[in-house]
């Protein structure tokens, strides 16, 4: 059981060019997260997925598309990356996406955007 | 709407001090929270959670108690270790729909000897 897992570990990218994040869970979880941590900011919610096949913005969405094919993958995509973009990205999945249940996080993917 | 504050840090404790963050949590409906912990170089990970009906949450030393005069969960622990350094979150429940809001700003502890 490996929990929630993601890839890379570590990219740097130049401004412009385009990557996707991986995440997948292996605990049926319905519900997905994409957070970034930046210094003094904490964690924020960038897109959501209540369920398979569906998404929602966080708090952030701007300059990041997401996919959510399959229950247990949840993809983020940056189509022209942005020095803005360089953080630390968390993924996290959760039972529900509501109510009292806590979220699993992977161990993050730290970005450098050049 | 609902709002989380978190106490700014850093906090720096000698090992075996007292140890509180403070949270403050305005919810509009059935107050409760988690509070998460971040250890260097990892994701965070659930460290209790505490709801109202309870009063208190409580995980490895730590407890987390609500105070209702100041709508409040406040993170307390009798005597810090060095193993406790890390960074504390406070989140409340994730409603998802038109509340983003999720996690608190963070607060980083250290424990020196």
């Known amino acids: 059981n490996a929990g929630v897992t993601q890839t890379p570990k570590f990219q740097v990218l130049k401004t412009g060019q385009s990557m996707t994040l991986q995440c997948a869970q292996d605990m049926n979880h319905n519900s997905m997260y994409w957070y970034r941590q930046d210094p ?7 897109y959501y997925s209540a369920s398979e096949g569906t998404t929602d913005k966080g708090e952030v969405p701007d ?8 229950k247990q993958n949840f993809l983020l995509g940056l ?5 803005s973009q360089t953080s630390v990205y968390f993924c996290a999945s ?5 109510g009292f249940n806590e979220q699993f996080f992977g161990p993050g993917t730290r970005l450098t955007v050049l | 709407g609902d709002s989380v504050t978190q ?4 906090v720096t404790l000698s090992e075996e001090a007292f140890l509180t963050i403070n949270c403050t949590y305005t919810a509009t409906g059935y107050p409760s929270l988690f509070w998460y912990v971040q250890y260097p170089g990892e994701g965070l ?8 009906a309870d009063d208190k949450g409580s995980n490895k ?3 987390a108690t609500y105070r209702k005069e100041t709508t409040s969960f406040h993170l307390e622990k009798g005597s810090v270790q060095v193993s406790d350094s890390a960074v504390y979150f406070c989140a ?7 509340n983003k809001l999720t996690f608190g700003t963070g607060t980083q502890l250290k424990v020196e000897l």
Do not use: D
């Open chain 2, 92 to 98: 409340p429940p994730f409603w998802g729909g038109g």
């Open chain 1, 79 to 83: 189509e022209s990356a942005a020095p």
């Open chain 2, 61 to 63: 030393g730590f407890e």
């Open chain 2, 45 to 52: 990970q659930l460290l209790l959670k505490a709801t109202k």
């Open chain 2, 7 to 10: 106490m700014e840090g850093p």
């Open chain 1, 94 to 98: 959760s039972y529900e996406a509501s």
């Open chain 1, 40 to 46: 003094g900011m904490g964690l924020r919610l960038i």
């Open chain 1, 63 to 70: 300059g990041y598309n997401v996919s959510r094919l399959k």
